[in-house]
């Protein structure tokens, strides 16, 4: 009978807790009936590819392929998908009426990108018998995958926070400045994680220039954590805030009055300001 001890870390136990807090909410996000509901599973989908991410990350950590050593064949990584997810979400806030169309599918072409490597790095694993992350062909695709996640999830945060300001200046005056406060927590929580997403540049430098790419998975997994916390916190204030729209004009309690009339009314305003000296 064959045993397998299962290898857990204190990282380990908070990357289980995390994935199953970010599978519930995004479970809420996708079945819960809300006027953005379009929206929220754009959000649901975005936060899907980071919990599966780890999931996957998890599961090298743990060993698991000592116990099911066919389970790294499974598609867990969409990394690519996920600024294109982030995009649309805040597309959908900022402008509920757009509609998803079949050209938008091109954003997110580039998973084959993604997809595609998998299929020869399981090919390998049939022949030589090792894990899908511990073929040649997995060592040598996968920086190339890496940088352009990196590369498309700041692009694609660049274009959300212009999303943002473009929904600013749609807002008209309306007796006061509420309304320019909807997305603040949206502007700051985006600015928060594509800042943490920056440190993938001084880590990965620290990595090939004192290590020689040889620090690992682990040394990053504070700062995978770290993401995946601030994208769970959008989507606890995505679940409890309200929907959020453009505002309606509000109606002038006031009728406009006649040319004439304004004229009059000039005058009459200029000679009381001049008779007791308002200026």
């Known amino acids: ?38 929206a929220n599973r754009f959000l649901a989908l975005a936060l899907a590819t980071i919990v599966l991410r780890m999931a996957w990350v998890l599961g090298i950590d743990m060993h698991l392929g000592a116990l099911f050593p066919r389970w790294g064949w499974l598609p867990l990584q969409f990394s690519l998908a996920l600024g294109p997810l982030i995009y649309f979400y805040v597309l959908k806030i900022t402008r509920p009426e757009y509609s998803f169309r079949w050209k938008d599918l091109l954003h997110f072409s580039p998973l084959l990108l993604e997809q595609g490597p998998l299929l020869l790095q399981m090919r390998e694993s049939i022949s030589t018998g090792a894990a899908t992350y511990s073929t040649q062909a997995y060592q040598q695709l996968s920086p190339i995958v890496n940088l352009s996640t990196f590369i498309s999830v700041v692009i694609y945060l660049y274009l959300s926070h212009r999303l943002v300001q473009n929904f600013y200046q749609r807002l008209k005056f309306n007796g006061n400045d509420r309304y320019r406060y909807q997305l603040r927590w949206l502007h700051r929580l985006l600015t928060g994680f594509g800042l943490v997403w920056l440190l993938w540049i001084p880590f990965t430098a620290i990595d090939y220039l004192f290590y020689h790419h040889q620090m690992g998975i682990h040394a990053y997994y504070p700062l995978i954590l770290l993401l995946a916390v601030i994208f769970i916190r959008i989507a606890i204030i995505s679940c409890l805030r309200l929907e959020t729209s453009a505002p309606a004009e509000a109606p002038s309690p006031f009728k406009p009055l006649p040319a004439a009339q304004l004229k009059q009314k000039g005058i009459w305003l200029k000679k009381i300001v001049k008779a007791n000296r308002y200026y």
């Open 1 to 38: 009978m064959n045993t397998y001890t299962f290898h857990i870390t204190p990282f380990d136990l908070l990357f289980l807790g995390t994935i199953f807090i970010g599978l519930a909410f995004t479970l809420q996000l996708w079945f819960t009936k809300r006027t953005n509901l379009a």
